[in-house]
T-cell receptor
C-alpha cells in the first residue's frame, strides 16, 4: 500500500493561496491521487483527482510531478469557510478484484481573518 | 446533502449487543464502501462492494460483518465489539470500479458515531 504523509496543520490568512503537499513515495502505477475536504461532523467531500501533471477545477488545482512521488493541492484565495481537514488519498483498482486505498492523516487548515 | 444517508447517526452499545448500521445511496452508483475514522488515525477502508460483490476486506475483524443486498443499500452488522471499536463509521458510494480512477468521486454519508461501552 502506498503510504502517504502530509503536514499535520497549516495556518493561512484569508485571501492567500494555500499549498498542501502530500508525499507518497511508493505510489503504484495504477494509483490515482485524490484530495478530500472534511468539516466537523460531516463525511469527506471530493475536491480534485489526478494521475500526473496538473489538474484544475473550479475550486482547486492539483500539481503532480513526473515521478508522482508527491502531489500538491493548491487552494486559491482561501476564505474562512475553507477551514477544514484536507486528506490526500492514493489508491487504485488493480482489476484483479483488489482495490487499495490509503488515506493520509489529514492536514488541518485554519484560515485566519 | 450528498445523496448518501446513514442511520443511526449515533449509537451506544454494550460489548455483548448486536446492532446494525445502515447506508443508503440515491445516486445510482454501483460501488459502496465502509470506512472507519478514529481519533488521531487516518481514515481506514474496511470493505468495498462493486455491483454487490465484495471486492475488498482489509483484514477487518469478524465482529464486523458487511451486507450489500442491492446496489443502493449497505449494512454493517456489529456483534461483540470492543471499546477500541468506538469510532465514526462512514459509508461512501461511487461509480462502479472499472480499472480507471479509483471509483472516481466518492460521495460520503455523514457517518454513524459509535460508542462501545
Amino acid at each position: 500500500l502506498a503510504k502517504t504523509t502530509q503536514p499535520v496543520s497549516m495556518d493561512s490568512y484569508e485571501g492567500q493561496e494555500v499549498n498542501i503537499t502530500c508525499s507518497h513515495n511508493n505510489i503504484a502505477t495504477n494509483d490515482y491521487i485524490t484530495w478530500y475536504q472534511q468539516f466537523p461532523s460531516q463525511g469527506p467531500r471530493f475536491i480534485i483527482q489526478g494521475y500526473k501533471t496538473k489538474v484544475t477545477n473550479e475550486v482547486a488545482s492539483l500539481f503532480i510531478p513526473a515521478d508522482r512521488k508527491s502531489s500538491t493541492l493548491s487552494l486559491p484565495r482561501v476564505s474562512l469557510s475553507d477551514t477544514a481537514v484536507y486528506y490526500c488519498l492514493v489508491g487504485g483498482y488493480s482489476g484483479a478484484g483488489s482495490y487499495q486505498l490509503t488515506f493520509g492523516k489529514g492536514t488541518k487548515l485554519s484560515v485566519i481573518p | 446533502e450528498t445523496g448518501v444517508t446513514q442511520t443511526p447517526r449515533h449509537l451506544v452499545m454494550g460489548m455483548t449487543n448486536k446492532k446494525s448500521l445502515k447506508c443508503e445511496q440515491h445516486l445510482g452508483h454501483n460501488a459502496m464502501y465502509w470506512y472507519k475514522q478514529s481519533a488521531k488515525k487516518p481514515l481506514e477502508l474496511m470493505f468495498v462492494y462493486n455491483f454487490k460483490e465484495q471486492t475488498e476486506n482489509n483484514s477487518v475483524p469478524s465482529r464486523f460483518s458487511p451486507e450489500c443486498p442491492n446496489s443502493s443499500h449497505l449494512f454493517l452488522h456489529l456483534h461483540t465489539l470492543q471499546p477500541e471499536d468506538s469510532a465514526l463509521y462512514l459509508c461512501a458510494s461511487s461509480q462502479a470500479l472499472s480499472g480507471g480512477p479509483p471509483g472516481n468521486e466518492q460521495f460520503f454519508g455523514p457517518g454513524t458515531r459509535l460508542t462501545v461501552l
